[in-house]
Structures are given as structure tokens and as C-alpha cells.
């Protein structure tokens, strides 16, 4: 069965930094695109970034380029999120996506307060 589990979320304050892991099981990882979401509370998720099978192609939405930062290690079966430069506005749920599917994790929670 398909599982993603994301690990690494917490409070951190306003400009720091925290690096989110998914791992992945029950499917060929390197074959598929991972993308991260976030939600948070009283608005729709949205897409963070994404990145391609062989790590060869990210993109991010605009509110996080520059600051985040998406990488796959195809070995571990584990795609990362760094978050740089923290802002308020980044506290959400955190949720790692496979592909152009319907597999999600459970999610874990950011919280940038100072």
C-alpha cells in the first residue's frame, strides 16, 4: 500500500528555519513526482512546490520562492522541504503529495511564531 509519512514540522520563530521529510513506501519512488502542499486553518491548500522524479525539475509558488527549497533522495525513498527565512504567514499543515495522484500523508504541523 502507498504510504507517505512526513516528519519535522514545529515551532520555530519569525526568519528560522526547519527541513520537513516525507517518506515514502509501497511504490517505485523514483518514478513519480512529489510535490508538497500546505493548509492553513480557514483557507484552501495550496501547492508549495514540486519536484520531478529525478530531482532534475522543482517549481514553487511565488510566496515561497527564494526561501524554500525541494530535494529527493530516491534512495531513501525521501523527498525534503527546507524552509528558510520563516514567516508568520507559513504556519500551516504541511503535506507531501505523490505525484498526479490522490496518496497524501497525514501531514505535520509548522507554526512560526515569535
Known amino acids: 500500500q502507498v504510504q507517505l509519512v512526513e516528519s519535522g514540522g514545529g515551532l520555530v520563530q519569525p526568519g528560522g528555519s526547519l527541513r520537513l521529510s516525507c517518506v515514502s513506501s509501497g511504490f517505485i519512488f523514483s518514478s513519480y513526482g512529489m510535490s508538497w502542499y500546505r493548509q492553513a486553518p480557514g483557507k484552501e491548500r495550496e501547492l508549495v512546490g514540486y519536484i520531478s522524479s529525478t530531482g532534475g525539475f522543482t517549481n514553487y509558488a511565488d510566496s515561497v520562492k527564494g526561501r524554500f527549497t525541494i530535494s529527493r533522495d530516491n534512495a531513501k525513498n525521501t523527498v525534503y522541504l527546507q524552509m528558510n527565512s520563516l514567516k508568520s504567514e507559513d504556519t500551516a499543515m504541511y503535506y507531501c503529495?505523490?505525484?498526479?495522484?490522490?496518496?497524501w500523508g497525514q501531514g505535520t504541523q509548522v507554526t512560526v511564531s515569535s
Open positions: 503529495k505523490r505525484g498526479s495522484s490522490d496518496y
